[in-house]
């Protein structure tokens, strides 16, 4: 198992430990991690969450035991900040949860406060305070599978608003820098008898389709993330396979989130996501625009894997031949 960084022999020791009679998964309060005191670490013997409560709810680390902070898939943000009329936001990297349409102050709201941490069998659940300027609860649920790499994270946005709000559930994987984001495409097919679009494609203002980052292919779209390009690039995709990948010298991310046929997403029907700066690549989803009542709340789900020594092909039939056996192993 990884070791969190810090003199936490004796906070190992006392660190409360807590397992489901059905389950081989390890659950550890007040460790250690990334300069924090008091993170829950989740762990099935083959792969480690690090999920802080002195802030998010966020999940900062995700990678094989004893791989150490080199293996954690996530990108590690510690100096990265943006300020808002209601303080500093800190992008900090691992997974966030925010709601949508992008907007700002709003999707800002700085989560710097503690969570309330209910453990339950192999269930980590995380609440955070009320978000005061948008009347606004995020909550998130995780989930270790006894056995193998299965991770499943289930958000929840809950309106304490008197009124009703228009939003969706966002979830936004930081990647660790030096890796390639892969989105499938929709299955291709030829011009005789496809009258009707079915690959939506969604680009931003600073997006450069002629970024040598960018592989627009047949079958994947592709970002390599290069810390020695600084400039920006944003797009997002109707995304009807549910899946995104990024694979960084061979460690493989799996991401599947659902699409809802008929669903209004935002960004021109967006269900995923990309982003890149030199620093990290996100892998987002995002969930359906919903009209949250008073008191009301909605949920999106995303699962996640790992995969070992699976360095990405060069060709796009190559990714499929990669790819076919891993989704199929998934389901």
């Not at 949860?97 to 999707?107: C, D, G, L, Q, V």
């Not at 600073?206 to 810390?227: E, H, S, V």
């Not at 809802?260 to 990290?280: I, M, R, V």
């Not at 995303?302 to 056996?325: H, R, T, V, Y």
Request: hydrophobic share 35%; net charge neutral.
């Amino acid at each position: 198992m990884m070791k969190p960084t810090g003199l936490c022999f004796l906070a190992l020791l006392t660190s409360c430990v807590l397992s489901n009679a059905h389950s081989d998964v390890t659950i550890k309060r007040d460790v250690p991690y990334r300069g924090y005191a008091h993170n829950i670490e989740m762990s099935n013997g083959t792969v480690t969450l690090y999920i802080p409560t002195e802030y998010g709810p966020r999940i900062m680390y995700y990678g094989f035991n004893g791989s150490g902070n080199a293996g954690n898939v996530f990108a590690y943000l510690p100096t990265v900040t943006n300020a808002t009329p209601y303080g500093t936001w800190r992008i900090r990297g691992g997974t966030r949860f925010w709601h949508a349409p992008e907007n700002m102050p709003r999707t800002y709201i700085p989560d710097n406060s503690p969570v309330k941490a209910v453990i339950d069998g192999n269930t980590v659940s995380l609440t955070e305070p009320k978000e005061k300027p948008t009347g606004i609860v995020k909550s998130v649920k995780i989930t270790m599978a006894p056995t193998g790499t299965n991770v499943t994270v289930t958000m929840t946005l809950t309106n304490e608003n008197l009124w009703p709000v228009t939003l969706a559930c966002w979830m936004l994987s930081a990647m660790h820098p030096g890796g390639t984001g892969i989105f499938p495409q929709e299955p291709f097919a030829g011009h005789s008898g496809s009258l009707l679009p079915s690959r939506p494609v969604v680009l931003w203002s600073y997006t450069n389709m002629a970024d040598p980052r960018w592989t627009w292919g047949k079958q994947f779209i592709l970002f390599k993330q290069n810390p020695d390009i600084s400039t920006a690039q944003k797009a997002g995709f109707g995304n009807h396979q549910g899946w995104a990948a990024y694979d960084r010298n061979g460690l493989l991310f799996l991401k599947k989130f659902g699409y809802h046929n008929g669903a209004t997403y935002p960004d021109y029907g967006c269900n995923n996501e990309t982003y890149c700066s030199n620093l990290f690549e996100e892998v987002e989803s995002v969930g359906p625009l919903t009209l949250l009542q008073p008191g009301a709340s909605v949920s999106h789900t995303e699962n996640w894997w790992l995969f070992a020594n699976k360095p990405i092909p060069s060709s796009q039939s190559g990714i499929a031949q990669m790819m076919d056996p891993i989704l199929a192993s998934t389901k």
